[in-house]
């Protein structure tokens, strides 16, 4: 487990910010514009994880880290735990092609399952429909909402990688709510199966997707297709 | 894949509902054995439940019915639909609800399912290359609607 510090090659540090999946408000943002030059900032960058990496000197780390905090920002993990979840924007406000809300299911997400150790770095990311704007099959659990009520999951992607894989389709139009049923069940197999420091799909390659699922009709939750069949037929 | 507010199934519902004439010109009103009866429940389930997909959707549209409609009705409503349609290309879903519902006016209209490869200008070349005259017509409504609305 590890903090997402990196000393550059130029002896600063980037410090990575974890926000709720990327959202920040214009008061952290304000905030932000204020204290990277206090502390001596030389710059930031957006990265592709949604995370914002910030370029200080070493001396003003303790001052930055108490900044940040006020602003109700905090350094984010690294190294082989849960990741900072890739959410999109996809939700009943924001994103028109959205089909269900899940960016506050991604930020819920984060909350509980962030820097949870793992055999390796564990990526998830959530998108609202197949675009994919959050690049779920890159991730070891990509989660795709198929309608309001429902989503489907990939295990096993790999995006960063000499060899980048696609994940496989693990789940299919199940229960938004049982995600975390799923989520739990995927981690805790995991964590039993893998090798030292064994990236998920290294896993499923050697075991196969099959441990790793549960049967739908375990899953907490319905699904809306039963809902069509009885308006049909009513 | 489509967002539930981008479409607008109001007018084709209006349009099926009239087309459905509830059992007084059919003898025996099939229910989900007939393709317009089908399609008007797509519509008013997409209007009253918000969604934009109906999982096994395409399974359980009624491709046996064999009924004759009439062919400017099913055109038109055709050409209504696909003025819904998003170009989703790679994104097509089968189980869309637009898709759903093109598809049972190509049952009625061509006698089978034509392949929609999630964009307007392939599928009217793709109807017309089935039926030469219902093609040229839907081509002609479906740009008169364009233009119009
Ligand atoms: S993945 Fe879909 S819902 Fe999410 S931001 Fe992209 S287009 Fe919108």
Do not use: W
């Not at chain 1, 990741?83 to 819920?108: D, I, M, Q, T, Y």
């Not at chain 1, 998830?124 to 991730?139: K, L, M, Q, W, Y």
């Not at chain 2, 898709?99 to 999630?118: H, S, V, W």
Request: net charge neutral.
């Amino acid at each position: 487990m590890g903090k997402a510090i990196f000393k550059q090659r130029n002896g600063v540090l980037g410090v990575g910010i974890v926000t709720p999946c990327g959202f920040i408000t214009p008061e952290q943002l304000c905030g932000l514009g204020k204290l990277l030059p206090e502390v001596g900032a030389l710059g930031s960058k957006l990265t592709t994880r949604q995370t914002m990496v910030v370029l200080i000197p070493e001396e003003a780390f303790d001052r930055f880290v108490a900044g940040i905090r006020n602003l109700g920002l905090d350094v984010g993990v690294f190294g082989d735990v849960v990741r900072n979840v890739k959410g999109c924007p996809g939700n009943g406000e924001l994103c028109h092609r959205s089909l269900g809300n899940v960016f506050e299911l991604a930020v819920e997400i984060q909350q509980q399952y962030m820097n949870q150790p793992t055999p390796h770095d564990f990526k998830i990311s959530v998108a609202g429909c197949h675009r994919g704007c959050t690049d779920p099959h890159c991730a070891d659990f990509g989660v795709i909402a198929t309608g309001p009520k429902t989503v489907e999951v990939f295990l096993g992607g790999r995006g960063g990688s000499r060899r980048p894989q696609h994940g496989q389709k693990a789940y299919v139009n199940i229960p938004k709510e049982s995600i975390f049923v799923v989520l739990d069940h995927v981690l805790d197999t995991y964590r039993k199966l893998a090798e030292d420091h064994e990236r998920l799909c290294n896993t499923i390659g050697r075991v196969g997707l099959d441990p790793f699922i549960i049967q739908a009709e375990k899953l907490p939750g319905t699904v809306e297709e039963d809902e069509f069949a009885d308006f049909l037929n009513s | 894949m489509i967002a539930e507010n981008e479409i607008n199934l109001q007018e084709i519902h209006e349009k099926l509902n009239n087309l459905c004439l509830d059992g007084e010109v059919c003898s025996n009103c099939e229910k989900n054995k007939c393709l317009i009866f089908f399609a008007k429940k797509v519509a008013s389930y997409v209007l009253t439940k918000k969604v934009t997909t109906i999982r096994q959707g395409m399974a359980m549209i009624p491709n046996h019915d064999l009924k004759t409609y009439s062919e400017d009705d099913m055109i038109e409503t055709l050409a209504m639909v696909l003025q819904q349609c998003k170009d989703c290309r790679d994104n097509h879903d089968d189980d869309c609800t637009i898709n759903l519902i093109r598809t049972c006016m190509e049952y009625a209209l061509f006698g089978d399912k034509l392949p929609y490869q999630g964009s307007v200008t392939l599928y009217l070349l793709e109807a017309q290359k089935s039926n030469g005259r219902v093609g040229d017509t839907l081509k002609a409504k479906y740009l008169n609607r364009k233009k119009t609305k």
